[in-house]
């Protein structure tokens, strides 16, 4: 399988002793890794260096086997990113929001907003005023400038947070079927142990700025009723069974 994402003892720590400490893991074509773990637990701060929005102190990033310092602009070309909440301008349409940002993109025009704009399920609201959207229409926008360069990997920072059931379970959809129709790798980030465990293929628990376990969907679900008691389990078994 072809490695997408490389990351390899990476550490980065601020002032106030938070952070993360020698992260490894690898990502390879079509999958759908979820990054498991408490709110600050570091998830954001790993998709913040791997996207290039914050240094790493120390460690390795490798975009498709080649290192992501080193040639940052060809590496990031590659990547689509939704970190936190997603730039949208209120007061312009669905349509504008994305004609807007595809001026940065020489290969995007107007046929390649409206497939986009269907790939999310916009488009019977793509006049309507991004301002006046629900949560869920707005991740699903953001989704779509993720969406706008084409990449080959996808970073979202916590997509199902603060969404109801109807727009987790339509984030979940769209992430699995571009995984498996287009071939496209997700990095995905949640401190939902069931959202992680219906997206993903593979799981990585992150806990207190420590990745704790990484595993493949079915090896974490063979000996658990389900993720949150793999989750439970491991961060357990690592910090000697302390209550969380």
């Known amino acids: 399988m072809e490695c997408v994402l490389e990351v390899k003892g990476l550490t980065k720590l601020y002032k106030n002793g938070r952070g993360v400490k020698n992260i490894s893991f690898q990502v390879e074509k079509g999958d759908v890794l979820g990054l498991l773990g408490p709110n600050g637990s570091g998830k954001t701060t790993i998709m913040k260096v791997i996207s290039g929005l914050c240094r790493k102190d120390s460690g390795e990033i490798k975009?498709?086997?080649?290192?992501?310092?080193?040639?940052?602009?060809e590496c990031m070309r590659k990547i689509g990113c939704l970190i936190e909440a997603p730039s949208i301008y209120g007061y312009l349409s669905a349509y504008k929001n994305l004609s807007m940002m595809s001026r940065f993109y020489d290969s995007v025009g107007k046929t390649e907003i409206e497939k986009l704009l269907e790939t999310v399920r916009l488009s019977q609201y793509k006049n309507d005023k991004a301002g006046r959207f629900s949560l869920?229409?707005?991740?699903?926008?953001?989704?779509a400038m993720a969406l706008l360069s084409e990449p080959e990997l996808i970073i979202l920072?916590?997509?199902?947070?603060?969404?109801?059931?109807?727009?987790?379970?339509?984030?979940?959809?769209i992430i699995t079927k571009l995984a498996a129709e287009r071939?496209?790798?997700?990095l995905v980030s949640s401190?939902?142990?069931?959202?992680i465990e219906k997206t993903c293929n593979k799981v990585a628990v992150i806990y207190e700025g420590e990745l704790v376990s990484f595993a493949?969907?079915?090896?974490?679900?063979e000996?658990?009723?389900?993720?949150?008691?793999?989750f439970l389990s491991t961060v357990k078994e690592k910090r000697g069974n302390i209550i969380i």
């Open 191 to 195: 401190h939902l142990a069931n959202e």
């Open 216 to 221: 493949t969907m079915q090896e974490a679900l």
């Open 136 to 143: 869920g229409m707005k991740q699903r926008l953001g989704l």
């Open 63 to 73: 975009i498709f086997e080649k290192d992501a310092e080193e040639n940052f602009e």
């Open 223 to 230: 000996l658990n009723p389900a993720l949150e008691d793999y």
């Open 183 to 186: 071939g496209i790798t997700f």
């Open 157 to 173: 920072d916590e997509p199902a947070n603060g969404l109801d059931i109807e727009g987790m379970i339509e984030i979940r959809e």
